[in-house]
């Protein structure tokens, strides 16, 4: 989810909590045991990854609508004051790393909710899910996933040497005011400090009553939504709709857009850029996290379009990074120049940078 700039107390509070997820020994049961072809020497890691991220993805989603039924979110309050928590999002990490363990136990899983939320699933038994009776876990979302044809570098990775960036519920703020629409999964994929797969599961898609799933793998591929060019002539800006500041509103202001789309979500946003209804993503604050952009950065790469900082510096995925993305953000979408934004924000520097 999308934070607003905090103290350096709750800073602190945060990162004493948001720990790592370190592999430990996988339990017999493994939840794709009814698809073999997940856990086949056959196909490289890489691809069973991505492929199980999307069926984890998708099964989450059933947790949420779950939630939003039984009008029991459960919000509590992670420091400053405009930080919300839910059952979903402590019940969505719980079982997505719950999943990722079992099947590929020695990734590092760094997720928003911290260490202390998976370490106990009996807390949201009534959520979660069993991986038994999930006809998501029955069958492939994306069967092609497992013929794509990848570079070497994705062929030969070693599961130790992948990080998952797991926001559970991207769009908490807007969750918990029943902006439903804004809301998403976002399990980012990195290896080497580099996003190379994301999938995006949005459980209250307009496109189906299950939710839809998308994912994007840098220079290969995409599947689950349609990559639509925006307009040209009318510069389509979306930015934050809860946490917004001076340094926002002056960076947007340089842009001169014809128009600004206020939404939650970074999930949700960097979708407006592949599906055609926004130029830019805009966000020039601290308070985004690896696990807002991973995911959506994959994504956007795979359709064409790109993220950066707002100088144009590339974040890394490094499981030993700092979590915050304190240069703040910069997305276009595809067929849009980039580089432009970039020199338009560096003109600009006294106000935005």
């Known amino acids: 989810m999308s934070v607003c ?32 072809v997940l856990q086949s020497k056959d196909v490289p890691l890489f691809l069973r990854l991505v492929s199980a991220t999307t069926q984890v993805a998708s099964s989450a989603g059933s947790i ?20 919300p928590q839910t059952i979903a999002d ?26 202390s939320v998976s370490a106990d699933n009996t807390l949201f038994e009534h959520l979660i899910p069993p991986s038994t009776s999930n006809s998501l876990l029955d069958k492939l979302i994306f069967p092609q996933i497992l013929q794509l044809k990848i570079p070497d570098k994705l062929r030969g990775i070693k599961e130790e040497d992948v990080v998952i960036w797991l926001d559970p519920l991207d769009g908490t703020t807007e ?32 496109h189906s009553g299950d939710g839809r799933t998308i ?22 800006i979306t930015t934050t709709q809860s946490h917004s500041n001076p340094r926002i509103e002056a960076a947007i202001g340089i842009l001169k857009p014809y128009r600004v789309i206020r939404a939650g979500g970074a999930g949700h946003k960097a979708l407006y850029l592949v599906e055609g209804v926004a130029n830019a993503y805009v966000f020039a604050s601290k308070g985004l996290k690896k696990w807002d952009t991973c995911a959506p950065e994959a994504l956007l790469q795979a359709v064409g379009g790109k993220m950066t900082d707002l100088s144009g510096e590339a974040y890394s995925y490094n499981k030993d990074e700092e979590y915050g993305n304190d240069r703040g953000l910069l997305a276009t979408a595809p067929g849009e120049d980039h580089e432009w934004y970039v020199k338009q924000f560096l003109g600009g520097a006294p106000l935005i940078l």
């Open 215 to 236: 994912y994007g793998i840098p220079g290969v591929g995409y599947g689950g939504c349609q990559m639509v060019l925006p307009q040209t002539g009318k510069r389509i």
């Open 64 to 83: 949420a609508r779950k939630v939003v039924k039984s009008g029991e979110l459960d919000i509590v309050d992670k420091g400053g004051g405009n930080d």
């Open 5 to 36: 700039l905090q103290s350096s107390r709750n800073l602190l509070f945060h990162a004493r909590f948001t720990l790592l997820f370190r592999p430990h020994q996988v339990p017999e049961n493994r939840p794709f045991s009814k698809m073999p």
């Open 90 to 115: 402590r019940a969505i990490q719980a079982y997505v790393v719950q999943m990722l363990r079992q099947s590929f136990p020695k990734l590092t899983v760094i997720g928003e909710e911290g260490e």
């Open 175 to 206: 969750f918990t005011k029943g902006g439903l629409g804004h809301v998403t999964t976002l399990i980012g994929i990195a290896h080497g400090g580099v996003p190379v797969a994301g999938v995006i599961h949005e459980p209250f898609s307009y």
